[in-house]
């Protein structure tokens, strides 16, 4: 049993969070309903108001929103052990997935039914970033003042290619100062709103004293936080001082763990950034492979985030130096998940005894909604994006813009992506039925020479 006053056996809870890490498919808001249902409805462990308060801050910090919310209520259940199991236990899975699948691509990826595999795929994953923009823009944009907000993103990083990070910064400044200034638009960062039966925190096990070691202290987060923060950057100090900043290594283990900082906005963000960087700046994949990792990704339990997993893999792989390609790209794609992941860590034992304080902090609640409000603009960026790289067999570039050579339209493409658009935005069907039927229908389509 636990030396906790609310009675949960720690092996309960690992089982649990082994539960809800394999069913999490389908991006950030299925997670984080699952953990609802599961958590809240299911086994009454956490009530409504401090699950909602736990989103609330997670919300304010750069990664996954997701996992972080994992690692603070398994952090609120069972101290220090809680945290690290539930947010390791989120990530493992699809690690180990998405890690497998790479080597398939790389070792199988000339076969037909491969190469049709990731064909339907690429349909499905346009859809579900269709419906991300959708589904985030009606749920973020409801005051007329936070559109232009929205569009001045696209803009800004469609037409001239301005940086995500001074996106976010931008947006945080407009919203910062709306929100002092008093302007209703940038009055709340709840950007959430859970269905479900709502369960008060007395009737949970966890009830509405908060633990003892959960209320703030410097001493405890200062040296869990520094444990943290030398785990993240010594392997990016050793890999600088053994082999060099032009290492691929020791590029992938800078690039990744800026990213671990400046990605607000949840997994379509991050993606979009990700996208902008490695196809664009330091080539580590094409275009059609990033699409194709966004696939496994969206197939696999776990953050959609993970397809940064994808990305080292390839990206160490093609400069392998001394190693062997495939050992290359094992440690570029442990590497990358390292400086991903473990800052995430880090952001909720540092701060998460002082969430309350974040939370009724009116500027960084208005400088958040501004930030949502510009990841609209980005994530429409990345379908569009998405929707010329998966359409056309030709694009070219001018300036920043891809521009698609419209005579390489393809017609089995376009038509297995409306199908999809329709399923998922006129039919609400579900997003794992989806990328199954996408992918039958493309190795069908590749196998009978369609495509």
Same mark, same amino acid.
């Not at 108001?49 to 990664?63: D, K, S, V």
């Not at 209520?73 to 990530?91: M, S």
């Not at 190693?323 to 880090?346: D, E, K, N, Q, S």
């Given at each position: 049993?636990t030396?906790?006053?609310?009675?949960?056996?720690?092996?309960?809870?690992?089982?649990?969070?082994?539960?809800?890490?394999?069913l999490?498919?389908?991006?950030?808001?299925?997670?984080?309903?699952?953990?609802?249902?599961?958590?809240v409805?299911?086994?009454?462990?956490?009530?409504?108001?401090?699950f909602?308060?736990?989103?609330?801050?997670c919300?304010?910090?750069?990664?996954?929103?997701?996992?972080?919310?994992?690692?603070?209520?398994?952090?609120?259940?069972?101290?220090?052990?809680?945290?690290?199991?539930?947010g390791?236990?989120?990530?493992?899975p699809?690690?180990l997935?998405?890690? &497998?699948l790479?080597?398939?691509?790389?070792?199988?990826?000339?076969?037909?039914?491969?190469?049709?595999l990731?064909?339907?795929?690429?349909a499905?994953?346009?859809?579900?970033?269709?419906?991300a923009?959708?589904?985030?823009?009606?749920?973020?944009?409801?005051?007329?003042m936070?559109?232009p907000?929205?569009?001045?993103?696209?803009?800004?990083?469609?037409?001239?290619?301005?940086?995500?990070?001074?996106?976010v910064?931008?947006?945080?400044?407009?919203?910062?100062a709306?929100?002092?200034?008093?302007?209703?638009?940038f009055?709340?960062?709840? &950007?959430?709103?859970?269905?479900?039966?709502?369960?008060?925190?007395?009737?949970?096990?966890?009830?509405?004293?908060l633990?003892?070691h959960?209320?703030p202290?410097?001493?405890?987060?200062?040296?869990?936080?520094?444990?943290?923060?030398?785990?993240?950057?010594?392997?990016?100090?050793?890999?600088?001082l053994a082999?060099?900043?032009?290492?691929?290594?020791?590029?992938?283990?800078?690039?990744f763990?800026?990213m671990a900082?400046?990605?607000?906005g949840?997994?379509?963000?991050?993606?979009?950034?990700?996208?902008?960087?490695?196809?664009?700046?330091?080539?580590?994949?094409?275009?059609?492979?990033?699409?194709d990792?966004?696939?496994?990704?969206?197939?696999?339990?776990?953050?959609?985030?993970?397809?940064?997993?994808?990305?080292?893999?390839?990206?160490?792989?093609?400069?392998?130096g001394?190693l062997?390609?495939l050992?290359? &790209?094992?440690?570029?794609?442990?590497?990358?998940?390292?400086?991903?992941?473990?800052?995430c860590?880090?952001?909720?034992?540092?701060?998460a005894?002082?969430?309350?304080?974040?939370?009724?902090?009116?500027?960084?609640?208005?400088a958040?909604t &501004?930030i949502?409000?510009?990841?609209?603009?980005?994530?429409?960026?990345?379908?569009?994006?998405?929707?010329?790289?998966?359409?056309?067999?030709?694009?070219?570039?001018?300036?920043?813009?891809?521009?698609?050579?419209?005579?390489?339209?393809?017609?089995?493409?376009?038509?297995?992506?409306?199908?999809?658009?329709?399923?998922?935005?006129r039919?609400?069907?579900?997003?794992?039925?989806v990328?199954?039927?996408?992918?039958?229908?493309?190795?069908?389509?590749?196998?009978?020479?369609?495509?």
């Amino acid at each position: 049993m636990t030396d906790l006053p609310h009675g949960i056996p720690f092996a309960d809870a690992v089982r649990v969070w082994a539960r809800i890490a394999a069913l999490s498919f389908g991006g950030p808001a299925g997670q984080i309903a699952v953990m609802h249902r599961i958590l809240v409805e299911e086994k009454r462990w956490i009530g409504e108001e401090r699950f909602l308060h736990a989103l609330n801050y997670c919300m304010l910090l750069p990664g996954p929103e997701a996992q972080q919310l994992a690692t603070y209520i398994g952090w609120l259940l069972h101290k220090t052990k809680g945290g690290l199991i539930a947010g390791t236990l989120f990530v493992l899975p699809g690690f180990l997935a998405i890690l &497998a699948l790479s080597f398939v691509y790389v070792l199988l990826g000339d076969a037909p039914a491969v190469q049709g595999l990731f064909f339907g795929l690429k349909a499905a994953v346009l859809a579900i970033v269709l419906q991300a923009v959708v589904r985030l823009g009606s749920r973020t944009l409801k005051h007329p003042m936070l559109v232009p907000i929205a569009a001045a993103a696209f803009l800004g990083i469609f037409l001239f290619g301005l940086p995500f990070p001074a996106i976010v910064l931008g947006a945080a400044l407009v919203g910062f100062a709306g929100s002092r200034a008093g302007l209703p638009a940038f009055g709340s960062g709840d &950007a959430h709103r859970l269905g479900g039966t709502p369960v008060p925190d007395r009737d949970t096990a966890l009830g509405e004293t908060l633990p003892p070691h959960a209320r703030p202290d410097l001493r405890w987060s200062l040296k869990v936080g520094g444990t943290l923060l030398l785990l993240w950057l010594a392997p990016t100090a050793a890999l600088l001082l053994a082999l060099g900043p032009e290492n691929e290594f020791s590029r992938i283990a800078i690039f990744f763990s800026q990213m671990a900082v400046v990605t607000f906005g949840g997994a379509y963000a991050v993606l979009a950034y990700v996208a902008q960087e490695a196809v664009g700046t330091y080539g580590w994949v094409t275009p059609g492979e990033m699409l194709d990792g966004l696939g496994m990704a969206e197939t696999t339990p776990g953050p959609l985030i993970m397809v940064t997993q994808f990305v080292g893999f390839l990206g160490a792989m093609r400069a392998p130096g001394a190693l062997h390609p495939l050992v290359a &790209a094992t440690f570029g794609a442990v590497l990358t998940t390292w400086v991903t992941f473990v800052p995430c860590f880090l952001w909720i034992f540092l701060g998460a005894p002082f969430a309350e304080r974040l939370r009724s902090n009116r500027g960084l609640a208005g400088a958040l909604t &501004a930030i949502t409000a510009a990841v609209v603009g980005v994530i429409l960026n990345l379908a569009v994006w998405f929707a010329v790289h998966t359409l056309f067999g030709e694009v070219q570039e001018r300036g920043t813009v891809d521009v698609p050579v419209w005579s390489t339209l393809d017609p089995s493409a376009l038509a297995l992506t409306a199908l999809t658009i329709l399923a998922v935005l006129r039919f609400n069907v579900g997003v794992v039925a989806v990328l199954l039927a996408s992918a039958v229908a493309g190795i069908a389509l590749r196998l009978a020479g369609v495509v």
